[in-house]
T-cell receptor, first 114, second 117 residues
Framework: AQKVTQAQTEISVVEKEDVTLDCVYETRDTTYYLFWYKQPPSGELVFLIR??????QNEISGRYSWNFQKSTSSFNFTITASQVVDSAVYFCALTTNTGNQFYFGTGTSLTVIP | GAVVSQHPSRVICKSGTSVKIECRSL??????MFWYRQFPKKSLMLMAT?????????EQGVEKDKFLINHASLTLSTLTVTSAHPEDSSFYIC?????????????FGQGTRLTVV
């Protein structure tokens, strides 16, 4: 069975602070794909990143960075120098080749205070 | 990237009426579409998987007769909430997978916020 856990329900930070959103996943498949999505108040899911299980290289995109560690089954997301526009709910998700659906974590609601 | 359009984005209906939500893949053929439901401050839960030209596969606990899914073409899937009740109020999101693609290429619609009064 697949499972994604985002232990942090809500996080508040002051603008310009760095913040890390945690994601832990469970799967028995050897090939799987991890995602992060941003959901602003309007509701749409904004794709941020996809990482496959064979690529543990960390990635940086502007103020965003991701740390994928298979040893701990984690795929954490860091926002550097947070901004008010970063306020949203962030979802970590997992999918595999053997199934159809995306398995979402429960989301982390991030509030950046000006 | 590929575009999935969902319509309407918001709908308010009276209890007992039916509401249809459309999910269209605008620039690719989608053999498989997925319907998710999101309760307030909750995660997205898969309701059903629809394959073009065949019956949808519903997840356990989802009422087939209440949530009618039709995937009549490679670019359109519809979700009809029949005899809606206030407890059906929720945010519904569809996603579409490109023909021949792996699970990694699923694109999400903008979502539909349904309020039943």
């Amino acid at each position: 069975a697949q499972k994604v856990t985002q232990a942090q329900t809500e996080i508040s930070v002051v603008e310009k602070e760095d913040v890390t959103l945690d994601c832990v996943y469970e799967t028995r498949d050897t090939t799987y794909y991890l995602f992060w999505y941003k959901q602003p108040p309007s509701g749409e899911l904004v794709f941020l990143i996809r990482r496959n299980s064979f690529d543990e290289q960390n990635e940086i995109s502007g103020r965003y960075s991701w740390n994928f560690q298979k040893s701990t089954s984690s795929f954490n997301f860091t926002i550097t120098a947070s901004q008010v526009v970063d306020s949203a709910v962030y979802f970590c998700a997992l999918t595999t080749n053997t199934g159809n659906q995306f398995y979402f974590g429960t989301g982390t609601s991030l509030t950046v205070i000006p | 990237g590929a575009v999935v359009s969902q319509h309407p984005s918001r709908v308010i209906c009276k209890s007992g009426t039916s509401v249809k939500i459309e999910c269209r893949s605008l620039d690719f053929q989608a053999t498989t579409m997925f319907w998710y439901r999101q309760f307030p401050k909750k995660s997205l839960m898969l309701m059903a998987t629809s394959n073009e030209g065949s019956k949808a596969t519903y997840e356990q606990g989802v009422e087939k007769d209440k949530f009618l899914i039709n995937h009549a073409s490679l670019t359109l899937s519809t979700l009809t909430v029949t005899s809606a009740h206030p407890e059906d109020s929720s945010f519904y999101i569809c996603s579409a997978r490109r023909f021949g693609a792996m699970n990694t290429e699923a694109f999400f619609g903008q979502g539909t916020r349904l309020t039943v009064v």
